[in-house]
C-alpha cells in the first residue's frame, strides 16, 4: 500500500503566477488534510477536506488559496498570484477516520 | 487556543546517551499526542502515537509518556544513535469538535555525534 503521494517534491514558481500543489491519500482515506510549515515555524493546520466537501478551511489564508478534493483524482491546494512569503513546505496528510493522520514527502515552493 | 511548546530547541549529545525531549501544551482537552520525526528536506515519519487514555506507549529504543492533566509529554531515546539525528515534532489533537486537527511544536533539533 504506497504512502501519501505529494507532487512535486519542489515548486519553483515567480511572484504572480499560480502554484499547483497535488495531494493523493493512501488507498481507502477518504480524509486528507493540509498544513504548511514556513521557515523555522512549526507546521500550521490548513484545511480540512472529505471527498467532495470542505470540511474546515479555518487555516487558510482568505485570499489567494484555495483547496479541492474531488470524487476522482488527487486533492489539489493551489495558490494564485502567489508571493515572496508563501515560499514554504506544504505537507498533506490523510487518513481512513477523523484520528490518525499519515504524511506525505511535502511540496517545497520557492516563490522567486 | 491550543499552543504546544518544545524543549530544548536543540540539543547535542555524545553517541550511546540516553536523552528525553520534552513537549508541553496548554489544553489538556486532547483525543491524542503524537510524535514525529523529520529528516531534513524530507516529509514526517510518526514514532509514536498516545492516546489521552494512556499514560506511556514503547517503540523499540523510543519511549513517550503522557501526563494529560499537567499538560506534558517526553520523548526518551535510549542509546542514542547518529542516526537518530533529525528534528523531533509534538503534535497534539484536541478532543471536541475540532478532533482532527493538529496543533505542532517548533520542534527539537537532534544531533548525536559519533
Known amino acids: 500500500n504506497a504512502g501519501v503521494m505529494q507532487n512535486p517534491r519542489h515548486l519553483v514558481r515567480r511572484r504572480g503566477q499560480e502554484a499547483r500543489l497535488r495531494c493523493s491519500p493512501m488507498?481507502?482515506?477518504?480524509?486528507v488534510y493540509w498544513y504548511r510549515q514556513l521557515p523555522e515555524e512549526g507546521l500550521k493546520f490548513m484545511v480540512y477536506?472529505?471527498?467532495?466537501?470542505?470540511?474546515?478551511e479555518s487555516g487558510m489564508p482568505k485570499e489567494r488559496f484555495s483547496a479541492e478534493f474531488p470524487k476522482e483524482g488527487p486533492s489539489i491546494l493551489r495558490i494564485q498570484q502567489v508571493v515572496r512569503g508563501d515560499s514554504a513546505a506544504y505537507f498533506c496528510?490523510?487518513?481512513?477516520?477523523?484520528?490518525?493522520?499519515?504524511f506525505g514527502p511535502g511540496t517545497r515552493l520557492t516563490v522567486t | 487556543k491550543q499552543e504546544v511548546t518544545q524543549i530544548p530547541a536543540a540539543l547535542s549529545v555524545p553517541e550511546g546517551e540516553n536523552l528525553v525531549l520534552n513537549c508541553s501544551f496548554t489544553?489538556?482537552?486532547?483525543?491524542?499526542l503524537q510524535w514525529f520525526r523529520q529528516d531534513p528536506g524530507k516529509g514526517l515519519t510518526s514514532l509514536l502515537l498516545?492516546?489521552?487514555?494512556?499514560r506511556e506507549q514503547t517503540s523499540g529504543r523510543l519511549n513517550a509518556s503522557l501526563d494529560k492533566s499537567s499538560g506534558r509529554s517526553t520523548l526518551y531515546i535510549a542509546a542514542s544513535q547518529p542516526g537518530d539525528s533529525a528534528t523531533y515534532l509534538c503534535?497534539?489533537?484536541?478532543?471536541?469538535?475540532?478532533?482532527?486537527?493538529?496543533?505542532f511544536g517548533k520542534g527539537t533539533l537532534l544531533t548525536v555525534n559519533p
Open positions: 489544553d489538556s482537552a486532547i483525543y491524542n
Open positions: 477536506l472529505q471527498k467532495e466537501n470542505i470540511i474546515d
Open positions: 496528510a490523510s487518513s481512513p477516520l477523523q484520528h490518525e493522520q499519515y
Open positions: 503534535a497534539v489533537m484536541s478532543s471536541g469538535g475540532s478532533n482532527y486537527k493538529l496543533t
Open positions: 498516545i492516546q489521552s487514555s494512556q
Open positions: 488507498k481507502g482515506h477518504s480524509h
